[in-house]
Nanobody, 125 residues
Framework: QVQLVESGGGLVQAGGSLRVSCAAS????????MGWFRQAPGKDREFVAA????????YYADSVKGRFTISRDNAKNTVYLQMNTLKPEDTAVYYC??????????????????WGQGTQVTVSS
């Protein structure tokens, strides 16, 4: 079992930066790929970024490529999402997810076994 707790969300002006974190419990964190998804009001959940268990491979949605960076610290059981040049359309609840024993594409929510409760990110114009 893996428990995920996100933190670091908040209100920021357009063009600003924010870093959200996801702390995971469990000794197997370092063996799992991790991802970030987001869901804006009235919209479906969408993929944002993902990272392999070693951190050697990362994946990004086109909408955030070049602005967001995903990273992980396996010693701290934590994955990060650094968000720069934020836009109002980045406003959403951001969810951390762990692949656990699931397989499949990093881009799809169904490929993740464990989910956090989410943290709100609001970008004002």
């Amino acid at each position: 079992q893996v428990q995920l707790v996100e933190s670091g969300g908040g209100l920021v002006q357009a063009g600003g930066s924010l870093r959200v974190s996801c702390a995971a419990s469990g000794r197997t964190f370092s063996t799992y790929g991790m991802g970030w998804f987001r869901q804006a009001p009235g919209k479906d959940r969408e993929f944002v970024a993902a990272i392999s268990w070693s951190g050697g491979t990362t994946y990004y949605a086109d909408s955030v490529k070049g602005r967001f960076t995903i990273s992980r610290d396996n010693a701290k059981n934590t994955v990060y999402l650094q968000m720069n040049t934020l836009k109002p359309e980045d406003t959403a609840v951001y969810y951390c997810a762990s692949r656990g024993s699931y397989t499949g594409s990093f881009y799809f929510g169904k490929s993740y076994e464990y989910w956090g409760q989410g943290t709100q990110v609001t970008v004002s114009s």
